[in-house]
């Protein structure tokens, strides 16, 4: 099936690239970013050798409109969405942390405590907790961000304030944005019988020095969601619970022998696995949004982004 992995775009007034694991970032006479969603799939920060269909269509459009239905509380750095795959916003410089807040124990949080820890990123976890309880209140556990090819590590506040990462006035900011997108997020998610367990928040500063939401929010691949109907029954028997999230992919890769380790293989992805996972992220796309998922064009994917974005950036 046809999917777009790596785009080689020239367009008018083009200044960098910069391509991420899923995403590339064209600047545009350093004040727009035209960022464009891929098909490539990361997990454990690698990724993956074959495209997802309609993947980066996916995710752009969950982000762009979670970012409609949170601008209210938090300023981001959204214009316009030309193009499926397409988001055109502000220049910004990102912040080198990812803001991780997790309302469950869950994923990496609930690996870390199955080791017997009980402090995360220099926040205390309760004891007597089981896999996919619920925290008394949400906690930051932020990340630094890292480089293509490197691991994102956990890191705690007082270490990004004492490395100067980020300044003491701007990580308050920051904090407080994380917690009022949290609390919306799991009111959206609520509407749709959905839990939101954890995600991550990532902001920048634009050019006149204001804090604004970047990059995505409330997708699959950035956060993590259980159904609601029938978490509390699954808890007390001890059942894993219901996911709507990339963990799927994680626990597909751990099965067949990786976790992103040195000397490990990727293992073989079938045409057919590949298909089984396009049709669970418009899956994820129809719960997360409650809309039907429209497929867009794939003939030639490539033409159809540079034709919309170069008439986008006529005006």
């Not at 464009?36 to 074959?50: C, E, G, H, Q, Y």
């Not at 970012?67 to 750095?77: A, F, G, R």
């Not at 995600?199 to 995505?216: N, R, W």
């Not at 799927?248 to 490990?264: A, D, P």
Request: proline letters at 4%; charged letters at 30%.
């Amino acid at each position: 099936m046809n999917t777009i992995v790596d785009t080689n775009f020239n367009f008018p007034n083009q200044k960098s690239v910069y391509k991420g694991k899923v995403r590339e970032v064209y600047n545009i006479n350093n004040d727009l970013l035209v960022m464009i969603a891929t098909d490539r799939l990361s997990a454990f920060d690698v990724v993956m050798p074959k495209g997802i269909p309609f993947k980066g269509q996916i995710l752009n459009q969950i982000a762009t409109k979670m970012m409609k239905e949170t601008e209210d509380l938090v300023p981001n750095w959204l214009i316009a969405t030309p193009d499926p795959n397409v988001a055109v916003g502000h220049l910004c410089t990102p912040f080198k942390v990812e803001m991780v807040i997790r309302g469950y124990l869950s994923g990496h949080a609930a690996r870390e405590y199955k080791l017997g820890k009980r402090i995360l990123c220099g926040v205390a976890m309760p004891d007597g907790m089981k896999e996919n309880d619920k925290f008394p209140k949400p906690i930051i556990t932020p990340s630094t961000k890292a480089d293509n090819g490197e691991h994102d590590e956990d890191i705690s506040r007082e270490d990004i304030l004492l490395k100067g990462i980020v300044s003491e006035e701007d990580y308050l900011v920051l904090e407080d944005y994380t917690r009022k997108l949290f609390q919306r997020g799991t009111e959206i998610a609520a509407k749709r019988e959905l839990i939101l367990v954890d995600t991550k928040y990532e902001f920048g500063k634009t050019k006149d020095g204001k804090i604004v939401l970047i990059d995505e929010i409330h997708t699959p691949d950035s956060s993590r969601y259980f159904y609601a109907e029938g978490y509390a029954e699954r808890q007390q028997k001890g059942e894993s619970q219901k996911q709507l999230s990339k963990e799927f992919v994680r626990q597909w890769l751990i099965s067949n022998g990786f976790q992103g380790k040195e000397g490990q293989q990727i293992p073989d992805m079938t045409e057919e696995y590949i298909k089984s996972v396009s049709d669970r992220y418009i899956e994820l796309y129809e719960n997360i949004t409650g809309v039907s998922f429209e497929k867009g064009d794939v003939s030639n994917i490539e033409k159809r982004i540079e034709d919309n974005v170069l008439e986008y950036l006529k005006k």
